[in-house]
């Protein structure tokens, strides 16, 4: 009896899967820092997970709170922290709502190098460690 070929299921691939560049050394200094309380890194989890091209965060603070099944409160004030420490940015443009936007010296959501270097010289800004100090660690050469 002839064997049978067992046939691979095909690859799928997508021509562009959502990611994070995110930059692993502002990580470690925030960690070692510890600048973030419990809840802060949960939300800024969540602003991973949903962060859109351009660093825009499309997602309303209720729903943030239902998903991670903490109180609204508590994720204000994790936001609140988040842009005292300027890992988030606020935006306000002429006629428009106010938007928070993921500092670009933390990750980068973009298309291309081109994008990614527009969103960089935008919305990058240093974060701060210590509430009297505006510079972070930067990796030894």
């Known amino acids: 009896m002839p064997r049978r070929s067992r046939k691979k299921p095909p690859r799928v691939f ?3 899967p959502p990611y994070l560049h995110l ?3 502002m990580f470690e200094t925030i ?3 510890d600048i973030l309380p419990k809840e802060s890194w949960r939300v800024l989890a969540m602003i991973f997970a949903r962060c859109d091209w351009g660093n825009v965060l499309p997602i309303h603070q209720a729903d943030m ?3 991670l ?3 609204p409160a508590n994720v204000n004030k994790a936001i609140k ?5 300027r890992v988030l940015l606020r935006f306000k443009e002429p006629g428009r709502h106010a938007e928070y936007k993921l500092n670009a010296s933390l990750a980068i959501k973009g298309h291309n190098g081109e994008e990614r270097d527009r969103i960089r ?3 990058s800004d240093d974060i ?3 509430e009297s100090a505006i510079e972070w660690e930067r990796p030894s050469a």
Do not use: T, V
């Not at 922290?81 to 420490?85: A, G, M, V």
């Open 121 to 123: 010289r935008l919305y």
């Open 14 to 16: 997508l021509s562009e």
């Open 31 to 33: 960690a070692r820092h």
């Open 23 to 25: 930059i692993q050394h």
């Open 81 to 85: 922290h988040l842009l005292r420490r």
């Open 128 to 130: 701060l460690l210590h």
């Open 69 to 71: 099944g903490i109180s």
């Open 65 to 67: 709170a239902r998903e």
